[in-house]
């Protein structure tokens, strides 16, 4: 039987595991990006690629060493390289001698047909279409789930009062969702887990900043690729609101725009009304939100040389100006290191403190 593997973006892979393997498919979970990831995919990938391209590269190649011989991924449309993504990992797998099967998802709600194609390639058990469907829905109460518990994870730790427990708390939690079956058991596991991560002990939180996560979908959604930005923030007293998460971005490209989309495309028009690929127009969209709902500060995230982050990071200081928010943006490449990153967040937490402090500064807040 063939094995299949996929991209791996955050938690979300417990939940594609469970679905491929209710289909009756033998799967190989790609293993987490390491450094390791990081420096096969920069040897066998075009110097110029963008960072997602390198490291998905570099995960493949492991579970391809894991025994995977198909993957699944998704495909794309619009200005930027994206759609092109799945062709190229595929030409440089063959150049290197893997022959490799590839099943790409495109955008259902503009090519329904290869949406249908691909479930039913996939479909090893031939189940009946209403199986399918009860497999999806319970694939996507999972996937509800780690949003749900990795969101409220954000608002507990720059609240906790022992450094360190909500990860800890957070890592535990996640094998008991992981563990869930039936819808039941994932909503039970959901419960136990949100509660676990309230019950923690937590100071009132005066003292904590808020800020929104902006950028591009691949850095956005996988912790390792940003360096658990996160993380790093919570522990320096930040609680992080990040703009994207699998479901909302899942919901956005399966049927029509949803309200909040509109709401973030409608937030940009002024300043960005066209769409420049990737997510530049919604980082400019969800900036002006955030800075409206009265957050402390934002940071941009995107890879190196990627075009729709570079685009909205020409708009930003405007933004900035305008809304008198403070923004941080990070281009991220294989050369980016933790500590650098540390710092840069530690100089932009006092920055914002001592402007929530002083309710002063005024003008464009850029670093
Ligand atoms: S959005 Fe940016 S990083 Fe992602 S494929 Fe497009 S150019 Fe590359």
Redesign the pocket.
């Known amino acids: 039987m063939s094995k299949l593997t996929f991209p791996r973006m955050g938690e979300s892979w417990r939940a594609f595991k469970m679905l491929l393997e209710d289909l009756g498919n033998d799967v190989v979970v790609p293993p987490r990006p390491s450094k390791r990831t990081l420096d096969l995919g920069v040897r066998y990938s075009p110097e110029f690629?963008?960072?997602?391209?390198k490291i998905l590269m570099g995960t493949y190649l492991e579970a391809i060493e894991m025994g995977a011989d198909t993957i699944v991924t998704t495909g794309?449309v619009g200005p930027?390289?994206?759609?092109?993504?799945a062709l190229l990992h595929h030409k440089m797998l063959k150049d290197l001698g893997h022959d490799i099967k590839m099943v790409v998802f495109e955008p259902p709600r503009i090519y329904p047909f290869n949406f249908i194609k691909n479930v039913w390639t996939l479909n090893k058990n031939h189940t009946s279409v209403r199986g399918i469907i009860a497999h999806i829905k319970r694939g996507w109460r999972k996937v509800q789930a780690l949003d749900n518990t990795e969101k409220l994870s954000h608002i507990i730790r720059p609240r906790e009062l022992s450094r360190g427990t909500t990860t800890k708390v957070y890592q535990q939690v996640l094998e008991w969702i992981d563990c869930a079956y039936t819808t039941k058991q994932i909503i039970d596991a959901e419960s136990a887990a949100l509660e676990a991560l309230r019950s923690l002990p937590q100071h009132n939180g005066q003292d904590v900043l808020r800020v929104g996560i902006v950028g591009?979908?691949?850095?956005l959604l996988e912790p390792a690729s940003n360096l658990e930005m996160e993380e790093t923030l919570g522990n320096l007293g930040v609680e992080v609101e990040r703009s994207m998460f699998l479901t909302g971005w899942t919901r956005d490209n399966t049927w029509k725009d949803t309200t909040e989309r509109k709401t973030v495309t409608e937030a940009a028009a002024p300043y960005l009304p066209e769409l420049v690929?990737?997510?530049?127009r919604d980082t400019i969209g969800n900036t002006i939100l955030y800075a409206k709902r009265g957050f402390d500060g934002i940071i941009q995230i995107?890879?190196f040389?990627?075009?729709?982050?570079i685009v909205s990071r020409t708009i930003l200081p405007r933004v900035s100006r305008d809304y008198d928010i403070p923004v941080l943006t990070f281009f991220l490449d294989e050369q980016t290191g933790k500590a650098g990153m540390s710092t840069r967040l530690e100089a932009f937490t006092d920055l914002m403190r001592r402007k929530k402090r002083s309710k002063l500064g005024q003008g464009s807040l850029i670093v």
């Open positions: 690629a963008c960072l997602p391209l794309g930027c390289r994206a759609g092109e993504y591009e979908i691949y850095v690929g990737g997510h530049g995107a890879p040389t990627c075009i729709p982050e």
